[in-house]
Each structure stands twice: as C-alpha cells, then as structure tokens.
C-alpha cells in the first residue's frame, strides 16, 4: 500500500488538462523579457508553465475523490467562484465535485498562461488555495507546504512553488545554479524593485566608467559607431611550391555578413584582371612567439544580388582551403597549426566591422581600417601590461582547464584548453576590466545598505558580466538573417568557431554591457511582482540530491527536474560562468566559489563516452546515482506526500536507467503526463527523432504511516503483464488527442506501464523468480508498439502486411509530431533568443532512430532488424530507414549482388541520391530488358512493391508504371492501395517518398483499379 491509497489523490493524479500547459509552455519559450531564463544561460531550462500547472496539480486533492477534506472543496468553490464573478467564465455547479475538480483544472490551465504569472487575482487566488489544500490536509494552521527541487538548476521550480506560496528548497550540486536560485529566490524576494533599481543604478555607472577607461579601443568614426568586429583564425597555406612567403588563409565558415531578403552583403576576394587574388605581404607575429613573413588575400565587402554571387568560405569541416594557391590544407594540420596558439584567437585577423549610424535604422558595414588594427593591437599592449602587474591568487583571466569532451568542447581539439584562451585579447581585457569594477561595486556599501543587500546587488552584477561574457567570447558568431552578435551557448557545446564575432560593449546595440544589465534587471523586476505578497520562504543550498541536507518527511512535494542522461554536462558548460563568478565576487558566497571550477565528481550524468575522466560514468553508474537522489527524495518526502519528477529522453537505456532508479527507490508510480515543451529543440539536435515532450512522472512513497519502507507488496508477474495491455490502450488514445504521438506517445506510456510495477515491492513469477524492471520493460516496449501499429493501422484493414510493412509504418509514426506550435500568437521575440529549430527528423538521406529503439519497436512487432537489411542500416547507435531512392538497386536489379543494405548506394552524397536512383532504374532496364515494352519484376513483399511503383513514378516511367500496376496485376492486390494509403499519411510532408506515394495513389483511378 503507498499513501495514494490511503490519503486523498491530488489532482495531478486524475488528470491535467496538458494540451492548455503545454501550449502556454510552448508559447514562454519565445517570450524571453523578463523571464528567469534570459536572468543567465542555464541549459535544459523549464518552463514556468509547466511548473506553476505541475506544482499546484501537485499540492491541491482532487474535490472528487471522498476522502478529500470538506474544507478545500467547500472553500475552493467559494474562491473560484469569486474569481469568476470578477473574471468571467464558465457557470458551473460548484456543489458537484466533478464539476469542481474541471474548475479547478481549468484555473491551472488558465495560469500557465505568462500573461497571468503576476496576476494578482490568479495568484491570490492559487495562494489562498494552496493554504487551504495544506492545512485541510494535516498541515498545522500559518504553516506552508514545503516543495523541494533536489536539482534546481536554474529554479525554475522552486521560483513557481513560491509564487504560488509554497515553501520552497533548492538545491543543486553546481554553485553557479546555486547562485542563480539565490538571486531568484532568496534576493529578490527579500529586495523587490530596490534591488532591481540599484542594479540598474550601479550597472550604469560601471558601463560610463569603462567606456571612459576603454572607449578609446573601440574607436568609431563619420561611418558609425562599431557594434560588432569580424575576425577569421588563420593557418598558413601548406601549399607545395609557395616560395619562402606562405600564404595566410583566414578561415571563414562563409562569405555572407547580411543575409535578409532584403540587404545582402558579403565578402569577395579582390582579384586582379588575371583572375588571381590579391594578396599583401604582412609581418605576423603569432601567439606561440613565431613571427612569419606571410601573403594575406585581400577581401573587400559587396553587395550580391544572388547568392550565386558569393563564393564559398575557406573553411569546410575544418579544412583550409587557400583562395590563392586552392590548396586545401587537412584539419589535422589546421588543428597542428593553431593548437600552440591556443586556438589562434588572440592572433586573428580582423576583417570587417559592423556599425550604427545614429538617425539611421540598420546595420552597416565596412572594411577594417588602420585605426580599428590600432586600437585591436593596442588593447592587447594594455592587457599584457596588465597582466604583468597583477598579483594575486586569482590569475586575472580566468586559467582553469576545459575537459576534452568528445563531441561537446570541440575547441580542445585546437589548443583551446584553458577557459582564457576562449577570449580574444580585446575581450579579455573589457572582462576583466568589468569584474574589477563590480568588484569595487561590492567594497563600498553605503550607509543606507546592509551587507546582504551590497552581496546581492554584486551578485547580480556578476551575472551580467556573464551574459556579457556569453556575448564576449571567441565563439561568438555573427546571426547574418538577424543582424546581431549571437552568444557562446548557441548550443550545450562549445564547437570551435572560425570567424568569430566580437561585439563592442559599449555600442549602444544589443550584445553590449547596457543590453546584458537590461534583461538582467527586467528579470529582477518580473520576478519581484510574481514573489510580492504573502508568499512562502525560499530556501537555497548547494548539496548533491544524493545526500540531502533535508531530515526524514520534511516535504509535502518532491518536485523535480533531474539531469537527462547523456544530454548535458552541465558542470563542464558551467565553468565558462564560474571562472569569471569566482573573479566578480572575490571574497563573496566563499562557500560556493573556493575551488577553481566546479564539482564534477558527484554530477549525475552518464558521459564515460565522451572523456577519459569520466569512464566510471556509465549507464549502470547513472542508475545507480539517480537511484540514490531517488531514495534521498522518498526519504525527505512525508509519507503522505507526493513526487515528481520529470523526464527526457530519446535513449530508452537512459528510460531504463532513470526508472529503474526510480523504482527501485521505494517510490509507486500514480501518474504520469507528458508535456510538450518543445525539449528536442533545447537537446542537442540530431537528424533524429526528438522529443517535444518531458514526461511528468507523479510517484508516492511505498512506506508505512511512520515513514519506514513498505517492502511486503508482492505482485503477480501474470496479473502485471495481463493488466498491461489494456492499460497501453487507454491512455494511447487520450495522448493521440492531446496532440501527443510518435516517439513523444512511446515514452509517454512508460508512465501508466510502471504504475501497474511499481505498485509492489516486487514482483514474482509463479516460480517465486523476481521479475526485474528491465524484464518488464522488453514487454512494455512491445504492447506499446503493438498498440500503435493498431492505432496507425485504425480503419486500414492491415492483415497481410508483412514484418517491413509494419516495421515501415511504426518507423515514420514513431518519427512523427504533432506539428502543434504556440496558439499562433505573435510571439515577442527577445534580441537573443536561440534560433533553434527542432531538428529534422527525416532528410534526403533517410529516416533515423536511435538503434536501441529501433530494435525495440521491432521486437514489438515481431519484426527482425537483421533480416531486413535492404530497409534498414544500422551505424554506431544510430539506426536508418534507407530512403526509397537508396531501395532501387536491390528492388529492381534481382539476382546482382546486393551488397548487404545496398550500403553501397547509400554513401553516395545526400544530394546525389535522387539523382543516382535513376542512373540505377536506367541500368536496371538495360539488364533487366524491360525499359521500353515490360515492367520490372514484382518484388517479394507488398512493400517493395509500393515502392517499385513509386520509384517508377519518381522517375517518371509513367508507362512501366502502368505495365506494373495493370499488366502485371500489382495494382490488382488491394493491399498494395492500403499500404500505399497508410504510407501517405505518413511520409513526412515535402519528401520525395510523400510526393511519389501520393503520385501512385493518385494513378489509380485513371488506371481503371
Ligand atoms: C535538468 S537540470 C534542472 C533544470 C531546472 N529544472 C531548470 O528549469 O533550470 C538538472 C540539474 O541537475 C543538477 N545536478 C546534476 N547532478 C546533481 C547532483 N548529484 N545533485 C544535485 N544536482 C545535480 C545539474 O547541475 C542541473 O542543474
């Protein structure tokens, strides 16, 4: 027995209205003005939407259970009533408990609205109602319900449990998410707008004091103020036969600057009238201490009319290719050359600048002049004088090393390996001329102040000299459609960046000092309303969620967001920020910032793949350190409260890890709602499926009334597994309705299948065998497969299909989304917003899966991977549908040898392949001897058949086509046009496959079938 069955359900634990939640949810993410998440960067943030929803569905009992108090039912009616009477809205019987409990739901729904964040009426209303909730469910009277976040990361949660006024403790293991929930929940709160005004106060004067200190290395001239400087690393050409005098290759991504519809500007090579580049001979004296004697191409800036106008850049995956000698110089040497100029930042060439002119809306740009080489060259004079007369224990730019994370800090791999060298010297020095200056800040508290609130204004000083470090670094990179100067964290990752972007902080633009203490203060202002009030305490630590800090059933809700797996290293992103924390706030928050970077140790993320130093990090080490947090949460968890945790994640190794943790834990899963938060965009996009949803995972401690584990509950392996279908079913339905389908409804049924393990402590095969989650979860993937196929298959008569056919369509389902996006309001778009758009799923090259899923769904279905080698290609942990085009050799040209998945056609390049398929007919045709009188021979299942014909159509063999289908009675077969229906509600829009099964379908009817 857990306390679900005991204590009254919360609402969380019926229902949740979670197509409103998630549409406000996905809505916030582009309403970025004073938001927590534009306060400083922290990766795989909530939305506050979700929160608030989560929170009081989580706190409030549901009116319709009958062991909910009288008192909540009777004052949540009188409360939304009122609310009603001065809002509007629906009538309703509020003496009927359904009906009440839709009210209240709909109350949620309503206030995930941002717009309503800092209502007052909306957050009276939810305050008196989270009161009312606690005490009539055994709180002592003026005490508030405590909702702990164990990894609050960015404080998403614990920011919603206040303002709805609940306690709230936060804790995370990283110092830098510490600091953030302390300014969140602790500062504001305490200070409001005082704090925000004096922000705003001292941040202004440090921005006219370090413009007057360093204006004069940003110099300006008639053509404008510079906004941004555009710099290209370089390598000398390894070109043979150069001469003594090498050429300098300035590495550039692209040629583009400005790409809108309607202002175009680019670089070209200036070439003389032999068609040759220009170059320049220059002295360079590079960062390692070489000095070289180099040609420098020259470039000039132009104005395209098309994009065939512009060339393409020098650098393509890594390589150099030289304008002049049109040598290409390999990444290995490339990496060779710029390692021992630690990334080559500091000895860029400077290549143009962008500029506002003051009347004049836009940008403009001009080519470097012998002023702006001055001033960058000066700057750096002044750093390393600087640098010489610093004494100290604290270097004066930050020294601390970067691991080498495979995959996420590419930068490594080019010399990058200390957190300085990711400033050029210009940047470094404005940095650290900022950090003296909020330094100074925190020295001299006037009179009127006390010491906690001088800590709290440096604090928040501090993190805009980090936002300003996001826009200040040597990966910062130009947006040529937006026009502006994007941050480091475009992504999790730090890939390196050739030609970097260096915004100047005092340019009146965005991406300067103003700009960074604007949005920091605009959060301290939003945050201050929606924190107003009568609301609860916020508490801050930094302490691993393995070992709380909390006593035994100290919380009525566990709610929290824990790491997801393999997706971010958040402790290694973080030193970016915590290297310069450390020197904004010397000889503050001592406790959080003594080490020079971050705690490692203890973060729970599985990345034994991506760095020696984290080989012990593996699945089996994650589930067990999850597992730990799991129990810790149970632990301070009262008997009678409730868990949530939420998850994401498109591995089911990392499903199967965090459940089990889960579950092993002590907790009973109760519930579980996916919300669509748009997750896949904010991983690391990959041409695989994402996920749009988290699943909200509502659990109750299995323990006895005094808090001590329940461990007697034995369950039936045959009752589990006979419940589990029937419960697969029902909810299907309920998330295809709610716009949740593809990978988003797989995982999403997790949830209800654990509800049915979880409910005992262990459960038994007649032969007295412990079944095991992972055992359960194999039958779980298969009743989850097999009802979707029944479910994309609903109204297609689907016997007959064989192993591919069903593997094809649960493949593109399981790829699919609901292309649901925010209610189609405007959204306010905020000057940094990300532009990440969710990743592809499909592309010329196929359709991929993760394999471990891949392989699971076609167990499900009965169907074998390996068997089915010409549909399916399976590389590392990633697995691919092979596009139609690939098909077309092993489809058409029976008896030659197939390589094994026709792999042979498939590495052609993506753009080549529709092109190939044809080449590859045409010599089917020959061979075969069919091209102008027969057809191909019929292929072995219906599936290869659908595609034979759409083959033929793709390459327009409209008479073979015909020959196909009549003469040889393909189209005779009425599950050719059944599979060939299903298949077209399911080709994603705009690819061949969509085009070519509709073109088919569409012949049927004039072919007289
Ligand atoms: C998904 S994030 C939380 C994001 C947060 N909900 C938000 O909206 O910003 C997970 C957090 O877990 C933290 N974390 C990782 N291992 C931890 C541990 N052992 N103890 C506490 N926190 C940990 C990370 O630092 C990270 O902030």
């Known amino acids: 027995m857990s306390s679900a069955e005991t204590h009254p359900k919360r609402l969380i634990e019926v229902d949740l209205p979670i197509e409103r939640i998630s549409s406000h949810a996905r809505r916030e993410k582009s309403i970025r003005h004073g938001h927590i998440s534009t306060l400083h960067i922290w990766w795989a943030r909530r939305p506050l939407a979700a929160c608030r929803a989560v929170i009081l569905a989580t706190l409030w009992p549901d009116p319709a259970d009958t062991r909910c108090p009288e008192r909540f039912r009777r004052e949540a009616a009188q409360r939304l009533r009122a609310l009603r009477d001065r809002r509007g809205g629906t009538p309703r019987r509020w003496e009927d408990p359904l009906e009440l409990r839709s009210a209240l739901l709909d109350f949620i729904a309503d206030f995930a609205n941002w717009d309503l964040s800092n209502d007052k009426d909306y957050l009276e209303t939810s305050r008196a109602l989270v009161q009312i909730a606690h005490e009539s469910l055994g709180g002592a009277p003026g005490t508030r319900p405590l909702v702990v976040d164990p990894f609050a990361g960015g404080g998403a949660i614990p920011l919603e449990a206040l303002r709805v006024g609940a306690d709230a403790f936060a804790s995370d293991l990283n110092p830098v998410a510490v600091l953030l929930n302390k300014v969140v929940l602790e500062y504001v709160p305490k200070y409001g707008q005082v704090l925000a005004d004096r922000v705003r106060q001292i941040g202004t004067a440090i921005r006219e004091r370090a413009e007057r200190e360093l204006g004069t290395f940003y110099p300006g001239n008639a053509e404008g103020t510079p906004i941004a400087y555009f710099w290209a690393r370089t390598v000398l050409s390894e070109a043979p036969g150069q001469g003594s005098i090498a050429v300098e290759v300035p590495l550039l991504s692209s040629m583009w600057i400005a790409k809108k519809a309607n202002r175009k500007y680019a670089l070209r090579w200036v070439r003389g009238s032999d068609g040759k580049v220009k170059t320049r001979i220059a002295t360079v004296e590079y960062a390692d201490g070489s000095d070289h004697k180099v040609r420098q191409p020259l470039l000039e800036l132009f104005q395209p009319k098309s994009v065939r106008d512009v060339e393409a850049g020098t650098s393509l995956g890594g390589a150099a290719s030289c304008p002049v000698t049109e040598f290409t110089t390999a990444v290995e040497s490339v990496r060779a050359q710029l390692t021992p100029r630690r990334g080559g930042a500091s000895d860029a060439r400077l290549i143009c600048v962008a500029t506002s002119r003051a009347g004049h809306p836009g940008r403009f740009y001009r080519m470097v002049t012998h002023e702006d080489e001055a001033a960058a060259r000066a700057a750096s004079a002044e750093l390393s004088q600087r640098l010489e007369m610093h004494s100290g224990d604290l270097a004066l730019i930050p020294d601390g090393q970067l691991n080498h994370l495979r995959g996420f800090f590419n930068v490594v791999l080019y010399g990058m390996t200390r957190w300085g060298d990711m400033f050029s010297p210009r940047q470094a020095l404005a940095l650290t001329t900022l950090v003296r200056m909020v330094n100074e800040a925190g020295e001299h508290p006037t009179n009127e102040t006390t010491p906690d609130f001088t800590a709290a204004v440096q604090t928040c000083l501090a993190l805009v000299v980090d936002r300003q470090a996001e826009k200040l670094s040597s990966v910062a990179r130009w947006d040529t459609s937006r026009e502006n100067a994007q941050g480091t964290f475009g992504r999790q990752a730090l890939p390196m960046v050739w030609d970097f972007c260096e915004a100047n902080p005092f340019s009146g633009s965005g991406g300067d000092w103003d700009t960074a203490l604007d949005w920091v203060v605009r959060v301290l202002e939003n945050t201050a309303v929606g924190t107003e009030g009568k609301i609860g305490d916020g508490h801050v630590e930094r302490a691993s969620a393995t070992a709380h800090p909390l006593p035994n059933d100290s919380a009525q809700a566990v709610v929290t967001d824990p790491p997801y797996y393999a997706a971010v290293p958040y402790a290694d992103l973080s030193d970016f920020f915590y290297s310069w924390l450390r020197r904004s706030l010397r000889g503050r928050h001592d406790d959080l910032l003594g080490p020079s970077l971050?705690?490692?140790?203890?973060?729970?993320?599985?990345?034994?793949?991506?760095?020696?130093?984290?080989?012990?990090?593996?699945?089996?080490?994650?589930?067990?350190?999850?597992?730990?947090?799991?129990?810790?949460?149970?632990?301070?968890?009262?008997?009678?409260?409730?868990?949530?945790?939420?998850?994401?994640?498109?591995?089911?190794?990392?499903?199967?890890?965090?459940?089990?943790?889960?579950?092993?834990?002590?907790?009973v899963v109760t519930a579980s709602w996916p919300i669509d938060t748009e997750m896949g965009s904010r991983l690391r996009a990959r041409d695989s499926a994402t996920l749009a949803s988290s699943i909200h995972i509502v659990c109750r401690p299995r323990e006895n009334s005094d808090g001590s584990l329940r461990v007697d509950a034995v369950g039936d392996w045959r009752d589990v597994l006979s419940e589990l279908p029937g419960r697969i079913h029902e909810w299907m339905p309920r998330l295809a309705a709610e716009g949740i389908v593809g990978a988003d409804a797989i995982f999403a049924c997790l949830g209800p299948a654990l509800e049915i393990?979880?409910?005992?402590?262990?459960?038994?095969?007649?032969?007295?065998?412990?079944?095991?989650?992972?055992?359960?979860?194999?039958?779980?993937?298969?009743?989850?497969?097999?009802?979707?196929?029944?479910?994309?298959?609903?109204?297609?008569?689907?016997?007959?299909?064989?192993?591919?056919?069903?593997?094809?369509?649960?493949?593109?389902?399981?790829?699919?989304?609901?292309?649901?996006?925010?209610?189609?309001?405007?959204?306010?778009?905020?000057?940094?917003?990300?532009?990440?758009?969710?990743?592809?799923?499909?592309?010329?090259?196929?359709?991929?899966?993760?394999?471990?899923?891949?392989?699971?769904?076609?167990?499900?279905?009965?169907?074998?991977?390996?068997?089915?080698?010409?549909?399916?290609?399976?590389?590392?942990?990633?697995?691919?549908?092979?596009?139609?085009?690939?098909?077309?050799?092993?489809?058409?040209?029976?008896?030659?040898?197939?390589?094994?998945?026709?792999?042979?056609?498939?590495?052609?390049?993506?753009?080549?392949?529709?092109?190939?398929?044809?080449?590859?007919?045409?010599?089917?045709?020959?061979?075969?001897?069919?091209?102008?009188?027969?057809?191909?021979?019929?292929?072995?299942?219906?599936?290869?058949?659908?595609?034979?014909?759409?083959?033929?159509?793709?390459?327009?063999?409209?008479?073979?086509?015909?020959?196909?289908?009549?003469?040889?009675?393909?189209?005779?077969?009425?599950?050719?046009?059944?599979?060939?229906?299903?298949?077209?509600?399911?080709?994603?829009?705009?690819?061949?496959?969509?085009?070519?099964?509709?073109?088919?379908?569409?012949?049927?009817?004039?072919?007289?079938?």
């Open 757 to 1009: 393990f979880t409910r005992y402590s262990r459960v038994e095969k007649a032969s007295g065998e412990a079944v095991t989650l992972k055992q359960y979860l194999e039958d779980v993937w298969a009743a989850v497969a097999k009802e979707a196929l029944a479910m994309i298959f609903s109204g297609v008569d689907a016997t007959g299909f064989e192993e591919d056919a069903r593997l094809t369509a649960m493949w593109l389902w399981t790829l699919s989304t609901s292309g649901k996006s925010s209610d189609g309001e405007e959204a306010e778009r905020g000057e940094d917003e990300e532009d990440e758009t969710t990743a592809v799923r499909a592309n010329a090259a196929g359709f991929f899966l993760e394999y471990d899923a891949a392989r699971k769904i076609a167990q499900g279905l009965g169907a074998h991977l390996e068997a089915l080698r010409t549909l399916v290609e399976v590389k590392g942990s990633i697995a691919r549908l092979v596009p139609i085009a690939g098909r077309t050799r092993s489809l058409f040209q029976k008896g030659e040898a197939v390589t094994a998945s026709g792999r042979n056609k498939a590495k052609k390049k993506t753009g080549q392949l529709s092109m190939g398929f044809v080449a590859d007919l045409e010599e089917a045709e020959e061979s075969g001897g069919w091209g102008d009188t027969g057809a191909p021979q019929k292929g072995e299942t219906i599936l290869d058949r659908v595609h034979q014909a759409m083959i033929l159509f793709g390459a327009a063999r409209g008479e073979a086509l015909r020959r196909f289908l009549v003469d040889d009675g393909v189209g005779r077969d009425e599950r050719f046009w059944r599979l060939a229906q299903a298949l077209s509600a399911l080709y994603p829009a705009s690819t061949d496959e969509k085009r070519w099964v509709d073109g088919v379908l569409a012949r049927k009817k004039g072919l007289g079938l």
């Open 598 to 667: 971050t705690p490692k140790e203890e973060e729970i993320v599985s990345l034994s793949h991506r760095a020696a130093m984290y080989r012990e990090k593996n699945n089996a080490w994650f589930e067990e350190k999850m597992g730990q947090a799991c129990r810790e949460g149970r632990r301070v968890c009262s008997p009678s409260g409730v868990g949530v945790y939420v998850f994401a994640s498109k591995e089911t190794p990392a499903w199967e890890a965090m459940l089990a943790a889960l579950a092993n834990a002590g907790w």
